[in-house]
């Protein structure tokens, strides 16, 4: 008897990140990379935060379980109108961020921040003649 063979389809991922400091992630996250805080979970008031954000398509869980994830993880998220991100980020004044613009060997414009906890955040847009000019290099 052969099995009949099935045609898998890949979807989409769920990062976790660790965090430390749920203020600090919303400040982050939520304030700052305007992602939207879907639901928070706790299994009792004296556990730990697991919690999903989102923006547009891409979503996040952020965890205080040790046993998740570690810190200092990196993420490239693919991102249209990556300039007009910048600008938004950048009109944030954001104390402990201030990214800039690189245009990759590997024909990608990025954006990069990291989070509180060590975890690197590379927005990433396909790099076109048009999006290269008026780089802004990452400061």
Not at 63 to 68: A, N, Q
Request: charged share 20%.
């Amino acid at each position: 008897m052969s099995i009949p063979e099935t045609t898998v389809n890949l979807q989409a991922i769920t990062p976790i990140l660790r965090i430390f400091d749920v203020k600090k992630a919303t400040e982050f996250y939520v304030d700052f990379l305007e992602f939207h805080l879907d639901w928070e979970h706790k299994f009792a008031a004296d556990m730990p935060l697991y919690m999903q954000i989102s923006c547009d398509a891409c979503v996040i869980h952020l965890s205080e379980h040790h046993g998740d994830c570690s810190p200092g993880a990196a993420l490239r998220i693919k991102t249209e109108h990556i300039k007009a991100l910048h600008t938004r980020l950048i009109g944030k004044a954001y104390t402990f961020a201030k990214p800039g613009l690189e245009a990759t060997p590997w024909n990608t414009l990025e954006l990069q921040v990291t989070d509180p906890f060590g975890n690197r955040i590379i927005y990433f847009e396909p790099l076109t003649e048009e999006a290269s000019s008026g780089v802004i290099a990452a400061g």
